[in-house]
């Protein structure tokens, strides 16, 4: 008997003996509950309509007898049973893929750019955040720099304009007192003297000083009369010639 005449013959067998198994799987699935009712009902179904190839030979003897496939539609058929008393399948196993050397450095490459371009991100927002903190940080010392100078500028100020305040009370009593001073030296009668014991009072002695006013060694403004003018040019005569110091001396001994 030929192959093919062996699929003739048992490929019945095979098909009433698969929908058995079928019909006894949706049996037992009824009994357990209205959730397995439309799984009960596709079991029931007849199966697709599956394509099969008759051998040539045979063709024309007048026993159409189907072929059961030998393909993937047995296959699909079979893991359908075998999954429907499995019930259901569990998690897939990741499948490894092999790459070649070009594709595992062009990989290393982009991870090591893109490290790169991290570390460079975290770099720049460090420093980014170091320049805040130096420019707040620089900010409040200048202010403090702009406030201490503003401070001490006014304080120099404020002495510069006590200092001229001082030099201007003391340039109108240097003033007052030489006033003063030429006042009472002026008031000086022929004969008298004042003790120049001031610096206004002398002055104002040495700025009236003349033919007839005299500052003696003692530190007196003294005033001559007509007649002590007199004497001491009756001297000079008689000497010829009279130094100042001995002029003092003179006036020295008349007073």
Known sequence: ????????????????????????????????????????????????????????????????????????????????????????????????????????????????????????????????????????????VREYATQRRREIEEDLEKRREQARHRAKETEEAARTAYEGALKRLRDVRPGERVKVDTDALEKAAYALTDGSSFVTSQKYFIRLTEDQISLIRSRISSKGYMSYEDILKELNSMF
């Open 1 to 140: 008997m030929s192959a093919w005449s062996n699929i003739a013959v048992y490929s019945p067998l095979l098909l009433i003996a698969f929908a058995y198994l079928r019909w006894t799987r949706a049996g037992v699935e009824a009994g357990d509950g209205a959730a397995n009712t439309d799984r009960g009902r596709e079991i029931n179904e007849p199966a697709a309509e599956a394509h099969y190839d008759v051998p040539a030979d045979d063709a024309g003897s007048g026993n159409d007898v189907p072929v059961l496939a030998t393909g993937n539609a047995l296959e699909s058929e079979m893991d359908g049973v075998a999954n429907d008393g499995a019930g259901t399948a569990g998690p897939s196993v990741p499948r490894t893929k092999k790459i070649g050397k070009k594709k595992a450095k062009s990989i290393a490459r982009k991870d090591q750019v893109k490290q790169y371009n991290e570390y460079m991100r975290t770099m720049s927002i460090m420093e980014r955040e170091r320049q805040q903190a130096d420019d707040e940080q620089f900010r409040e």
